[in-house]
């Protein structure tokens, strides 16, 4: 199957700083990648739709300023946390889709916030 | 609304045979889906059904009728390597997938 790379795996910041994360599509292009929070013991709830070339889209209850999506070419999509605060500690993974089937998963990215 | 549902945990013993059930309503349908996930990894995909009938991968089956909104994941021959989260996810009719909160399915010796 497809292979996605998130990095970094885990990161541990200091509250107020901002952490970027990265998602690759390594051996396909990817127009749309999406990216996902899930806190211990829930399911992934969708964050955001990552488009190449153009605005993210956001779900209800996002905030798009303080989660920044770039999708700058259609192997990469970042998501940078921006001043980063306790409540943000939870497990992001980022996905992309080949076609209509399967979607393919980072490896996920554990944020911890102190 | 959307929503899938399952249950939240399942036990079983190695080397027997389990079958975890999802129930869906979702604004149209495009595919369900099961994945697997260990405790702080990424979800690893394991079959995909669009059209009614049971899709058999190894130990693994599932199952969809798409007629009762129902599927099912059943796994043989269970090993203690099973032991996992098991997600049910829908697409729906704007090839959005739709997640269950998922299965955490305990495998006792």
């Known amino acids: ?114 | 609304g959307q929503n899938i549902d399952q249950p939240t945990e399942m036990t079983a013993t190695e080397g027997a045979i389990v079958q975890i059930n999802c129930t869906y309503q979702t604004s149209g349908f495009n595919g369900l889906f099961w994945y697997q996930q260990h405790a702080g990894e990424a979800p690893t995909f394991l079959s995909y059904n669009v059209l009614d009938g049971l899709e058999e991968k190894g130990r693994f089956s599932s199952f969809l009728s798409r007629s009762k909104g129902y599927s099912y994941l059943l796994l043989k021959e269970l090993q203690m390597k099973d032991s996992a989260s098991y997600l049910c996810a829908v697409k729906d009719s704007n090839y959005q997938l739709i997640w269950g909160a998922g299965t955490k399915l305990i495998i006792k010796p």
């Open chain 1, 1 to 114: 199957g497809a292979v996605v790379s998130q990095h970094p795996s885990w990161v541990i910041c200091k509250s107020g700083t901002s952490v970027k994360i990265e998602c690759r599509s390594l051996d396909f292009q990817a127009t749309t990648m999406f990216w996902y929070r899930q806190f211990p013991k829930q399911s992934l709830m969708l964050m955001a739709t990552s488009n190449e070339g153009s605005k993210a889209t956001y779900e209800q209850g996002v905030e798009k300023d303080k989660f920044l999506i770039n999708h700058a070419s259609l192997t990469l999509s970042t998501l940078t946390v921006t001043s980063a605060h306790p409540e943000d500690s939870s497990f992001y993974i980022c996905s992309a889709g080949a076609g209509v089937t399967e979607a393919f998963f980072g490896q996920g990215t554990r944020l911890t916030v102190v």
